[in-house]
C-alpha cells in the first residue's frame, strides 16, 4: 500500500499574529490547520468548509506530509478541476506500480516550517515555566527555602533526598514506603 501523501501549502489569509495560516491538501479537500498540536508534535486539520457543509472531517498528518489518520470525510465538496485530476491518477497507477522518488515526496514550505517551530518553542517555554512552578511548590511542601537560582534549587533537591536516603528504617516505614 502506497503511503498518503498530504501537500501544504501557505493561504492568503492571515491569522490572528499576522501570519499566513498553513492549509494542507488531501484527497482534492482542502483542510485547515487545528490550532493546536497533538502531543507526537503532528499536525491535526479539519475541514475548511465545515462552516457551510457541516463536514466533520480531520486529518492528522505528520511533519514530512505523511498522513497519519483520517475521519470520515462527507457532505464535502472537492476543489473545481480536481475530479479530472483524479481519474488521470488512477488509469497511471493501473499500469503498473513504480517506486516512489524525491519528486513524488511533497515539498513543505519553509514558512510551514517556520511557524511550527515558533509554536513549539512555545510549548516548550510554557512546560519549562510549569516544571519550575512545580518545583518551587515541592521545595514549599518540603520546607526548603525557595531560590531563584536553579543550581541552588538543584543542590537542595539533592540534600533533602540524601537526607531522606538517611531515615532510620522505622520512619521510612512507617509511610508504607
Same mark, same amino acid.
Given at each position: 500500500m502506497a503511503e498518503s501523501l498530504v501537500e501544504f501549502v501557505s493561504s492568503q489569509k492571515k491569522s490572528s499574529d499576522g501570519s499566513s495560516e /498553513? =492549509?494542507? /491538501?488531501?484527497?482534492?479537500? %482542502?483542510?485547515? *490547520?487545528? #490550532? =493546536?498540536?497533538? +502531543?507526537?508534535? !503532528?499536525?491535526?486539520?479539519? $475541514?475548511? !468548509?465545515?462552516?457551510?457543509?457541516? $463536514? *466533520?472531517?480531520?486529518?492528522? %498528518?505528520?511533519?514530512?506530509?505523511?498522513? /497519519?489518520? &483520517?475521519? @470520515?470525510?462527507? !457532505?464535502?465538496? @472537492?476543489? @473545481?478541476?480536481? =475530479? +479530472?485530476?483524479?481519474?488521470?491518477?488512477? #488509469?497511471?497507477?493501473?499500469?503498473?506500480?513504480?517506486?516512489?522518488? &524525491?519528486?513524488?515526496?511533497p515539498q513543505v514550505p519553509s514558512v510551514v516550517i517556520d511557524k511550527l517551530i515558533m509554536e513549539l518553542q512555545l510549548i516548550q517555554s510554557n512546560v519549562a515555566k510549569t516544571i519550575e512552578k512545580l518545583q518551587s511548590v515541592k521545595a514549599a511542601i518540603n520546607g526548603d527555602p525557595v531560590s531563584s537560582d536553579p543550581s541552588e534549587a538543584n543542590e537542595s533537591q539533592e540534600r533533602s533526598f540524601i537526607n531522606g536516603l538517611r531515615q532510620p528504617k522505622s520512619e521510612v516505614q512507617e509511610y508504607g514506603y
Open positions: /498553513i =492549509v494542507a /491538501i488531501y484527497k482534492s479537500y %482542502v483542510f485547515h *490547520k487545528e #490550532s =493546536v498540536l497533538d +502531543k507526537f508534535g !503532528n499536525l491535526k486539520f479539519r $475541514c475548511a !468548509n465545515r462552516h457551510h457543509t457541516k $463536514c *466533520k472531517a480531520r486529518i492528522t %498528518v505528520e511533519i514530512g506530509g505523511k498522513l /497519519i489518520s &483520517e475521519e @470520515p470525510i462527507h !457532505n464535502h465538496a @472537492p476543489k @473545481p478541476g480536481d =475530479v +479530472k485530476e483524479e481519474e488521470t491518477d488512477e #488509469s497511471e497507477g493501473s499500469s503498473g506500480s513504480r517506486a516512489s522518488t &524525491e519528486d513524488d515526496l
